[in-house]
């Protein structure tokens, strides 16, 4: 795309959520001027970015995905580095693998779910094969299990600390104006509506997840439920999953001992509070990990609904004025920052 001469070149970006925030501080670097719209405050409560776990486990996820998402999220891992120094939150990134076991009932499921990952792509060769004693050498604290899975280049992002800093970092901008408690009612080529308002841009971005459901074919919400836990007693240093008769749980840990505790996804589009059986049955599983969790305190419980198309895969949408992203479905933190790079490619 050839920029037309005029300046400054001006971005609007309906939906100030992960994505939103990403967009806007790629094209920050760029030298463009962004407006930000969204119907959520700045502190982006009720965005489906601050309830996820931020895991970027590209080779886990094959499972129940397409290799493009490997090769995606294995971008993303490469590109988180330099968009979290810009904001100067170097730490809220880490690499340190990520483990997969399962309770002795479960180790069919186990071994099917890495059988499957090897069948897909010839990287799952460097997943690594785990007995008691090695898991126990990853995490000393991890007793309960004889055998295992490690991911040695997976990681995960403090999703917390990258919104808020975000935040922060696009409210103070100079070439920022941000539009919060703000309904976009249309976004169409170069122009972003309002209920009130038509604003005109150069290039309009419609990230607005599940809030597009009405202009996009097939999209919904898939329910994700979280919670935060504050367990002195445990001392983990990488994500955990563990595997599940229904679902995939996860741990993931915070600074301060601080665990985000979850399940993979829900077919569900209700954003109502956590229900009895799934309270139980996250916390049991946390728990039975490691039985020092049976004095964490609770911190929160977390539910969003992350937006997915049919085929669970991103969908990008190029026109001359225009960008469409949505679909991230449950890889929000894996693949927005290579979807976005490859969305803003349009200006080169």
């Known amino acids: 795309m050839t920029i037309i001469s005029h300046k400054p070149f001006h ?140 991911f040695p280049n997976e990681g995960h992002i403090n999703g917390h600390v990258f919104m808020e800093t975000c935040r922060q970092f696009l409210a103070n901008h100079p070439n920022v104006t941000w539009h919060a408690l703000t309904t976009v009612s249309e976004v169409a080529e170069g122009t972003i509506k309002t209920v009130n308002q038509k604003y005109p841009f150069d290039h309009v971005f419609d990230s607005r997840g599940a809030g597009a459901k009405d202009g996009i074919k097939g999209l919904r919400g898939v329910r994700g439920e979280v919670f935060w836990l504050d367990a002195p007693a445990v001392n983990l240093s990488r994500p955990i999953r563990l595997m599940h008769p229904r679902y995939r749980i996860y741990i993931v840990p915070r600074p301060n001992h601080r665990y985000v505790i979850g399940a993979s996804e829900i077919e569900s589009e209700d954003r109502s509070g956590m229900s009895v059986r799934s309270s139980l049955e996250l916390l049991s599983a946390a728990y039975s990990v490691h ?23 991103p969908k990008v949408e190029q026109s001359t004025r225009k960008t469409v992203i949505n679909g991230l479905y449950r890889h929000g933190y894996l693949l927005a920052p290579a979807i976005v790079e490859e969305a803003l490619t349009i200006f080169d």
């Open 11 to 150: 971005i609007g970006i309906a939906g100030a959520g992960l994505l939103g925030r990403l967009i806007a501080l790629n094209c920050l670097q760029r030298g463009f001027h962004v407006t930000l719209f969204d119907q959520d405050a700045k502190d982006g409560e009720e965005a489906a970015g601050l309830t996820a776990a931020g895991m970027l486990a590209p080779f886990a996820e094959l499972e129940t995905a397409e290799s493009s998402i490997l090769i995606s999220g294995k971008r993303s891992i490469q590109l988180w580095p330099s968009l979290l120094k810009l904001l100067s939150i170097e730490e809220a990134f880490k690499q340190k693998g990520s483990l997969v076991t399962a309770h002795h009932a479960d180790q069919a499921d186990l071994t099917h779910f890495v059988t499957q990952l090897r069948s897909k792509v010839d990287l799952a060769g460097q997943i690594k094969t785990l007995n008691r004693s090695d898991i126990e050498q990853l995490e000393p604290e991890l007793t309960a299990f004889s055998s295992g899975y490690f």
């Open 291 to 313: 039985p020092g969790f049976g004095e964490a305190r609770i911190v929160k419980m977390l539910t969003n609904c992350r937006p997915a198309l049919e085929n669970n895969l």
